[in-house]
């Protein structure tokens, strides 16, 4: 079996799963409409615009199945590929997940607790639903929003006068600021026939909404069975095919749901070298209804970004258990081009080998 994959979308996520996919013998085309798109340099790249109608359809023809890379690809476009082939996952969870109102209204459906939130239309909405919630708020597009993007932080009064005139034109949602100890992710794969796994738990920091690092597994805390508990329920609700990443706030006495990702996830970068079988790879054998392998890990990983620009020294590459990844991409500020996984075996030496590297490459994080 040497199937084709198409992959809507052709960043760094595509190409991490080409490079998974070809030692199974798989093939990939990718389909972005940028020329410059970095899984281009991997694999056949088609450039358009995701309502070309004849380059989709050219798309189609040289796939037998498609995936994503990017949850933002028009519901429309996934739509109309799925008459024509396989898509994982659906047009309907992506629809879910590209709007925010939709997607906490899908968790409560189910019972999976969110921050409180409510849908805005209009500064006067925004300007009453932020005293309801004591201005400790935080005002997000309901689409389109991605590493901290199209959010306004809502403290005061004068916060919300400061918001743009032109952010009143998109569907908003204000949520509840939660007082959270931890980011936490699940990484949960599913495949066709229904066959479930998780990863361990990744702890996550951020810098301005964009993930900086990603520790695993997470510190043990009571709460942490609850988070599996809630992504799996997910993930079968759903129906789910493929890769999800599910990113949860931690409080004192709760786990609540931030978001959910239809794809593979910054966040499971580490399982490439940290566990037996990488998000990657498992999220392509989800989607051929292959077995999944073992999602297990040996010891402890860390994954740092590189956001912006790289570390200058680069004289740390002949260091043990360090694996160092470059998505060939432009360098610009706030955009990720590529990462650094740590793999150790406790955590002791794990912090050991982080402080060594930061240290080393005069980074900080
Ligand atoms: P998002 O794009 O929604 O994942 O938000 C990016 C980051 O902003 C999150 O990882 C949090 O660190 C922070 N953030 C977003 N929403 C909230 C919230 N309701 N309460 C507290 N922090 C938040």
């Avoid at 019972?111 to 006067?124: K, Q, R, Y």
């Avoid at 309801?132 to 006068?161: C, H, P, V, W």
């Avoid at 690092?213 to 809630?230: C, G, I, Q, R, S």
């Avoid at 050991?352 to 930061?358: A, G, N, R, S, T």
Wanted: hydrophobic content about 40%.
């Amino acid at each position: 079996m040497n199937p084709t994959i198409g992959i809507l979308g052709g960043g760094q996520l595509a190409r991490m799963m080409a490079l998974a996919g070809y030692p199974l013998g798989f093939k990939f085309v990718f389909f972005d409409p940028s020329a410059n798109a970095c899984a281009g340099q991997v694999g056949r790249l088609i450039t358009a615009d995701y309502d070309n109608e004849l380059a989709l359809e050219e798309f189609c023809q040289q796939v037998d199945l498609v995936t994503l890379d990017f949850e933002n690809v028009p519901v429309a476009t996934v739509r109309q590929i799925a008459k024509k082939k396989p898509v994982f996952p659906s047009a309907e969870v992506l629809a879910i997940a590209q709007d925010r109102l939709l997607e906490k209204q899908f968790c409560h459906s189910i019972a999976v607790p969110t921050a409180d939130f409510e849908p805005i239309n209009g500064l006067s909405e925004l300007k009453f639903a932020a005293r309801k919630y004591d201005f400790s708020a935080i005002l997000k597009t309901r689409r389109m929003g991605y590493d901290g993007k199209g959010q306004y932080l809502i403290r005061s009064e004068q916060d919300i006068n400061q918001i743009p005139a032109d952010v009143f034109d998109n569907d908003l949602i204000l949520e509840k600021l939660v007082p959270f100890e931890r980011e936490v992710s699940v990484i949960v794969v599913r495949t066709q026939s229904g066959d479930i796994k998780t990863w361990p738990l990744c702890e996550n920091k951020h810098k301005d909404g964009i993930l900086t690092t990603t520790m695993v597994p997470a510190k043990p805390h009571d709460l942490d069975e609850k988070a599996f508990e809630y992504a799996v329920k997910m993930a079968e609700s759903l129906q789910y095919v493929g890769v999800m990443v599910v990113e949860f706030f931690q409080t004192t006495d709760r786990v609540l749901v931030n978001e959910f990702a239809p794809r593979v996830h910054n966040s499971g970068h580490w399982t490439i070298e940290g566990a037996h079988t990488s998000q990657f790879e498992n999220h392509l054998r989800a989607g051929l209804d292959l077995p999944l392998g073992d999602t297990g890990m040996n010891g402890m990983a860390a994954m740092l970004n590189w956001i912006g620009a790289f570390p200058e020294k680069l004289h740390h590459l002949t260091d043990v258990g360090l694996y160092w990844h470059i998505y060939g991409k432009q360098a610009r500020p706030g955009r990720k081009i590529g990462h650094a996984t740590l793999t150790a075996a406790d955590p002791q030496q794990l912090h050991d080998k982080i402080l060594q590297l930061v240290n080393r490459l005069g980074v900080q994080l």
